[in-house]
Structures are given as C-alpha cells and as structure tokens.
C-alpha cells in the first residue's frame, strides 16, 4: 500500500513538474495535471491538498534541496573549489534538462501567483557556496582578500541570472560553453594571488579548478 502510494505521489508530481514548466503555473489545473499522469483528481487533492501543494513539492523537490547532488558536495577526495564548479554544471544541466528542476525555477520565478509560501532555494545554495569557499580558504586555495559568505551571496544569484539568461538568448545548447567562459572570467579573482615578489628561477602558480571540456554533461 505505501509503495503504490508512494507511486501516485511521484508520477502527479512528474506530471505536474512538465505542465508548469511547459505552461507556467496559472494555465495548468488540477484536471490537467490528473490526465497527464493518468490519476483522478481528487488522487491529487488526497496526495497533494491541491495544486499550491503540489506545486511546493515540485519546488522542493530538486530546485530547493538537491538532495542528489550530496555526494559530490561532500567528495573531500576533491579540492573545494572544483567541487563548486562541478556542481554548478551539474545544477546548469539540471536547469537546462530535467522537467522537474525546470519546473521548480519557472514555479519560483511566478510565486507572486501562487497561494502558499514557496522555499527559498537560494539559501541552501548560498549557505553551500559559503561552505566550499571556507574550506578552500582553511587549504590555502582562496584568495585572502575573498570572504566566503560575502562572495556566496554575489556567486549564486549572478550564477541563477547567467543560466536563465543564457538559455533565453542562446538556447539549452549553449549554457555548458557559455558556463565555461564563465568560470574562467570568475576563477581568477577566487584563487590565490601570486607572490609579488617570487624567489629567482621560481614560478608563483596557483591552484587551478579543473573545468569541464566544451560538451561536458553530467552523469548525475
């Protein structure tokens, strides 16, 4: 019984996910949401209390916890400021590709319209951000002059606004090239300045973030 509940409550919720991404939240109902997944109605008032509720679930179920992206974010086998980069192209691919984490940044961009209290996404993310640059700056990897929390706040919503816009005015297709440039625009003022003055015959190199080749797509 629990597992056939537990199937009705995902496939609402993929269904709901599709139409609010593809149609936005005020043009998609309870009826459409009950025929696109091939439930009743009232399975979606018994599961869900409605289409405000479902359309929290869907927010918070990739958009505001990233729950799958926790192994990458604790990989300690990984310098802090790679696993920042890698789990932002995990998070632009996810923005750019799967229905649900779409839907969740189309429902948060349109909360003005919907009757109950959504979950701020970008606090998990900033407090992550804040964490990863923490532990970089404790290995030495951070510029001195950079604050994590500070820099957080400035990284994530700049990180959010450069996807949306990107896929806006390029297409999907282009935020993995265009996150790249990104990065390498960003990753200069994030990593330790070289010596002004280095020892003769030595050379001041910093660590460097690997970032993915042109085409890279999460296997996650």
């Not at 009705?8 to 009950?34: P, W």
């Not at 086998?77 to 995990?90: F, H, K, T």
């Not at 951070?142 to 820099?151: D, G, M």
């Not at 996807?163 to 790249?180: P, Q, S």
């Amino acid at each position: 019984m629990q597992e056939r509940a537990k199937a009705t409550r995902r496939s609402l919720l993929e269904a709901a996910a599709r139409l609010f991404a593809e149609q936005g939240y005020a043009a998609t109902s309870v009826n459409d949401i009950s025929a696109r997944s091939g439930r009743t109605s009232g399975a979606v008032y018994f599961h869900y209390a409605g289409k405000e509720g479902i359309a929290v679930a869907v927010v918070q179920d990739r958009f505001a916890t990233w729950s799958q992206l926790a192994a990458r974010y604790a990989d300690e086998a990984v310098p802090p400021v790679e696993r920042l980069v890698g789990l932002s192209y995990d998070i632009a691919y996810a923005l750019a590709e799967d229905p649900v984490t779409r839907a969740g940044a189309r429902l948060w961009a349109e909360r003005a319209t919907i009757n109950a209290p959504l979950p701020d996404p970008f606090a998990l993310w900033t407090a992550a951000t804040t964490r990863l640059l923490a532990q970089a700056r404790l290995v030495g990897h951070l510029n001195a002059q950079v604050r994590p929390a500070r820099t957080a706040r400035t990284l994530v919503p700049a990180f959010f606004g450069f996807c949306v816009l990107t896929e806006a005015l390029e297409g999907t297709a282009a935020v993995t090239d265009r996150l790249t440039d990104w990065w390498q625009l960003t990753l200069p003022s994030l990593r330790p300045q070289p010596e002004t003055r280095p020892p003769a015959g030595a050379s001041a190199n910093s660590p460097s973030s690997s970032l993915p080749p042109p085409g890279w797509r999460s296997s996650s």
